[in-house]
């Protein structure tokens, strides 16, 4: 691993990292420390923190703002104020700061943040100002896919007519986009999320691989591009996804690939017949189990990601995932309405950061699959719904991967028995 050399020129007043200036190793072991701390009262034993593949630009997604410029001394009545394209300042929601670089971001992008700035500029397109309703840029979602280099960008904006040519170009100069859309949102939020869709340029998708291996190692690399290259035998289970511009997919796509794995052994170790992947998504964990089992049910309330699913299993080639567009608490009770899980079951819960619905929790435990992994993006949410599963598990082991270098975020993995 090399030394870490300089910050980002944001870091401190940006939002997105809070631990550059701490070695990575430390980084690491701090995490270890917390969640086992936090986890103290259910598990005494030790966790081990799996370290991320990549320390910078691990990122396959960000999604910086079009905002008016902040002025420290208020601009007079009808001052018109300048666009800036950039993150929030920590803190301080209504100070866009002006995007230099981001160094966990997709690699490549800082040339887009410079072309994109000029862009607006000459078209004299305004950014939104949620405050007031009005301006016509809202958001531009940078995307790339690691092992394929394939690239998407999304400008999201308010109604309205405008000429998406100069903004192709530009990007496609600068980024060497192959898909290229214009979302439009309605709504008064300046986020990343679209109503309608409109295909610019291009593929409508791009393609991701993992390179998913059991057991896969503690390597560092500083950048993606070193760890490809020296990863050039690519031996393991390799799986394919097609991301569209709203699909959710593992923001650390090389560090997703550790956290699959480890979620493979587990499954092997358990050896169920029927995995339930609960909070499913677009299926990374249901394909990188498939295999191991006889089925794979992947329970998912949102339709498009469970569409994404079902085309990446033909993609792949698996045939025994059976995704279902459902609420994970409904599924569940039309589970113990129907004679429960068919044995050997095991489950792995996967949640979104606000965690499993108190009712999905109740009718979890009361169906009791012999084997149960929670995946938490949360440990904090996972603490506080740990007490109702203990009253009928006990969890076997702790372990953690980093996904999110020098931030404090950290995705947990406790694996529970039933009693």
Not at 316 to 324: E, K, L, P, T
Request: with cysteine; aromatic share 8%.
């Amino acid at each position: 691993m090399e030394a870490m050399t300089g910050h980002c020129v944001h870091y401190g007043r940006c939002g997105g990292c809070q631990t550059q200036e701490i070695p990575y190793p430390e980084q690491v072991a701090a995490k270890g420390a917390a969640l086992g701390e936090l986890l103290a009262p259910f598990y005494g034993g030790p966790v081990e923190v799996c370290p991320s593949p990549v320390l910078w630009h691990y990122r396959n997604k960000i999604d910086p703002v079009f905002a008016p410029k902040h002025y420290d001394e208020p601009p007079p009545k009808g001052f018109v104020r300048d666009t800036v394209l950039g993150f929030k300042e920590r803190g301080r929601w209504f100070r866009p700061l002006e995007l230099e670089e981001c160094r966990i971001g997709p690699q490549g992008a800082e040339a887009l943040f410079a072309a994109a700035g000029n862009w607006h500029r000459a078209s004299g397109l305004r950014g939104f100002d949620s405050r007031t309703g009005e301006g016509f840029l809202k958001t531009l979602l940078v995307r790339d896919a690691k092992r394929t280099g394939q690239r998407m960008v999304v400008l999201i904006t308010t109604p309205g007519d405008f000429d998406p040519a100069p903004f192709v170009d530009m990007v496609r100069a600068s980024y060497g986009a192959c898909s290229i859309w214009r979302g439009i949102s309605r709504g008064s939020a300046d986020n990343a999320f679209a109503d309608e869709l409109e295909l610019l340029h291009g593929e409508p998708v791009i393609v991701e691989e993992l390179l998913v291996r059991e057991n896969p190692g503690n390597g560092t690399w500083d950048m993606p591009s070193e760890l490809l290259a020296a990863d050039s035998a690519g031996d393991g289970l390799r799986l394919r996804f097609r991301v569209s511009p709203m699909s959710f997919f593992q923001t650390n796509p090389l560090g997703a690939e550790r956290l699959y794995g480890m979620i493979r052994e587990w499954v092997r170790e358990a050896a169920p017949a029927q995995l339930y992947d609960l909070y499913g998504g677009m299926g990374g964990i249901a394909f990188s189990c498939a295999d191991l089992v006889e089925r794979v049910c992947s329970v998912e309330n949102v339709p498009a990601a469970s569409e994404d699913g079902r085309q990446n299993a033909l993609d792949n080639g698996i045939a025994n995932v059976d995704f279902v567009t459902e609420r994970v608490k409904n599924h569940l009770k039309h589970l113990l309405q129907t004679g429960g899980m068919p044995p050997p079951s095991a489950a792995v819960v996967d949640p979104p950061r606000s965690g499993m619905h108190p009712k999905a929790i109740r009718r979890l435990v009361e169906l009791g699959p012999p084997h149960l992994l929670y995946v938490s993006c949360n440990p904090k949410v996972l603490a506080g719904e740990l007490p109702v599963f203990m009253e009928a598990y006990s969890i076997r082991r702790v372990r953690a991967v980093d996904l999110f270098p020098h931030t404090r975020h950290v995705e947990a993995l406790v694996e529970m028995t039933l009693r």
